[in-house]
């Protein structure tokens, strides 16, 4: 209807594609978030940016016009679906990205030397041929291998330079006045994270050299070539002068070392998520990419530590978190630990307590909340029951008839009301659903 802000959560399977459609003074303002899936074909991706240019308006040019472009982050089930072909007749006005997308970031060096170490590393147990490490070597490239570097390319160089742009990688730092797009004042596209300072609040010196206290891009950059050394560098031959026992110690140490560096690598992409707060009307709403929380240090942020993007906000912005949201779109497909809540008495809680607040009884919840998820057996933890059935208490698009194909332990029962999600949803619509719409009336 006129007047009321549209969020249309695509289902995309495991991912993420946003459409907002923001009424502005004299126009309305079109949005994508994300466009990207994991398991699902890229046909899939390129239906939903069709159905997306129904509603945008033509330019000129016969083009359809976008306001904005958001990319939270270089994931391929957050970009997978920027292929030249789809984009083709939409004129983009904005491209805003997370700064781990440019590798000329001075901020991000120590971040891309992380990813070039653990590559090394794992290149490293190429030479191993034992069967049992063949499920370690699955792990290792899974972590790695989330980025399409097509879509890369896309979305730092083809994109922009075909719509006569330069991309912006925003974080919590960009100035406000470099990150309006709208004609109306008190209409605001906040950036809540990252923050610019990678290396000191997301690697926290995982690779800092102990001869120095500094934690700098370069020493970062030392620090891990000296921890992840060069393919060359690694013997696989049992050493005479050791026992088998200690060299299989030994070995079991450099696999262990690989997934580390591999898994921090996946964490830290995920936390550089960008993460917006659209203030509209005095309503707002939150889209959090895949940001993580971490349960180290009990919620606080530490110094040399690799902390979660929630818990940096939670200190840097909490002022823009500690007000209820009208709007909240579930971070990781609904994984445990990308929404700040823990089914224990943990202090992250209290985020979501002001965020998204309980009702007392006899009152009804003023908020959405939608998840873009798919269950599948390579992460059965997605989306987490107990998250989904603790958000149900908390907003007012809550479904307590979705059914589960699957007896898994992990599956909510049909009961307990949760948010919508757009993997479930033709259970309650019976067609095909290809998405889950929201709209938001000033004036209620």
């Given amino acids: 209807m006129d007047g009321q802000l549209l969020v249309r959560v695509y289902n995309v399977g495991l991912g993420d594609c946003i459409y907002l459609r923001v009424p502005d003074t004299h126009r309305n303002v079109h949005i994508l978030i994300d466009c990207g899936n994991k398991f699902s074909s890229i046909d899939t991706l390129g239906e939903r940016i069709r159905d997306l240019k129904n509603d945008l308006d033509k330019t000129t040019e016969d083009k359809r016009h976008l306001d904005?472009?958001?990319?939270?982050?270089?994931?391929?089930?957050?970009?997978?679906?920027?292929?030249?072909?789809?984009?083709?007749?939409?004129?983009?006005?904005?491209?805003?990205?997370?700064?781990?997308?440019?590798r000329e970031n001075p901020q991000a060096k120590g971040f891309y030397a992380l990813k070039e170490a653990a590559s090394r590393a794992i290149s490293a147990l190429n030479d191993l041929s034992e069967s049992a490490l063949d499920e370690m070597r699955s792990e290792f490239r899974e972590l790695l291998q989330l980025t399409k570097s097509q879509a890369l390319d896309m979305l730092n160089n083809t994109l922009p330079k075909k719509n006569g742009i330069h991309p912006l990688y925003v974080t919590a730092d960009t100035p406000q006045q470099e990150l309006k797009i709208f004609e109306d004042q008190d209409i605001k596209l906040k950036v809540l994270g990252p923050m610019s300072d990678i290396d000191n609040f997301y690697l926290g010196g995982n690779g800092l050299m102990s001869t120095t206290d500094e934690l700098t891009p370069n020493s970062l950059v030392e620090g891990y070539q000296a921890i992840y050394p060069d393919p060359g560098a690694v013997k696989v031959d049992q050493p005479r002068n050791i026992s088998k026992q200690d060299f299989e110690l030994l070995r079991s140490s450099l696999h262990a070392n690989s997934l580390a560096a591999a898994a921090l690598v996946g964490h830290v992409e995920n936390n550089l998520s960008v993460v917006l707060l659209l203030e509209w009307h005095k309503k707002r709403l939150l889209f959090c990419g895949d940001a993580e929380w971490s349960a180290a240090h009990k919620g606080a942020v530490q110094k040399a530590s690799s902390n979660g993007s929630w818990n940096v906000m939670w200190q840097e912005r909490k002022a823009d978190l500690s007000q209820p949201v009208n709007f909240f779109k579930i971070g990781h497909?609904?994984?445990?630990?990308?929404?700040?809540?823990?089914?224990k008495d943990h202090p992250i809680n209290q985020i979501m307590d002001k965020l998204l607040p309980k009702p007392a009884v006899g009152e009804a919840s003023k908020a959405y909340a939608v998840v873009s998820t798919e269950r599948t057996a390579r992460w059965p933890s997605i989306p987490s029951a107990a998250l989904m059935e603790e958000l149900g208490k908390r907003v007012i698009n809550a479904r307590s008839k979705y059914m589960e194909q699957s007896s898994s332990k992990k599956a909510v029962p049909p009961h307990i009301p949760q948010p919508q999600r757009t993997d479930l949803e033709d259970q309650v619509t019976h067609k095909s659903t290809p998405f889950i719409q929201i709209e938001i009336d000033p004036a209620k």
């Fill in 333 to 343: 497909h609904g994984s445990e630990n990308a929404t700040p809540w823990s089914p």
């Fill in 68 to 102: 904005l472009l958001v990319v939270s982050h270089p994931h391929e089930d957050h970009h997978k679906g920027f292929e030249e072909e789809f984009f083709d007749d939409i004129k983009i006005d904005h491209i805003w990205l997370s700064p781990a997308f440019s």
